[in-house]
Nanobody, 127 residues
Framework: QVHLVESGGGLVQAGDSLRLSCAAS????????MGWFRQAPGKEREFVAS????????YYADSVKGRFTISRDNAKNTVYLQVNSLKPEDTAVYYC????????????????????WGQGTQVTVSS
């Protein structure tokens, strides 16, 4: 059973940047793809980005492409989301998640591809 803990969220102004981190413990981290999702008030949880277990492949939602960067450090059991040029519409709780697809060196992007979730970190962007 993996335990995921996100950090790095906060209240920022439009155009600012943040680096979100997700630390994993309790189970193998490096063999699984990881993803970031977000959920704004009153909206469904939506895909943001994912990264293959090796880090060779990444995939982004169109709404964040070119502004967000997902990366991972398997030696530190940590996945990151660098978020730049933030917009008010990026305001949401950001969740990291681990796919159930072990040794899958692709980039899953559906909610049902992920079984383990963190508690989330709030990102609020003021205009």
């Amino acid at each position: 059973q993996v335990h995921l803990v996100e950090s790095g969220g906060g209240l920022v102004q439009a155009g600012d940047s943040l680096r979100l981190s997700c630390a994993a413990s309790g189970s193998t981290f490096s063999s699984y793809p990881m993803g970031w999702f977000r959920q704004a008030p009153g909206k469904e949880r939506e895909f943001v980005a994912s990264i293959s277990w090796s880090g060779r492949s990444t995939y982004y939602a169109d709404s964040v492409k070119g502004r967000f960067t997902i990366s991972r450090d398997n030696a530190k059991n940590t996945v990151y989301l660098q978020v730049n040029s933030l917009k008010p519409e990026d305001t949401a709780v950001y969740y990291c998640a681990r796919s159930f697809r072990r040794d899958y060196d692709e980039t899953p992007r559906l909610l049902e591809d992920f079984r383990s979730w963190g508690q989330g970190t709030q990102v609020t962007v003021s205009s």
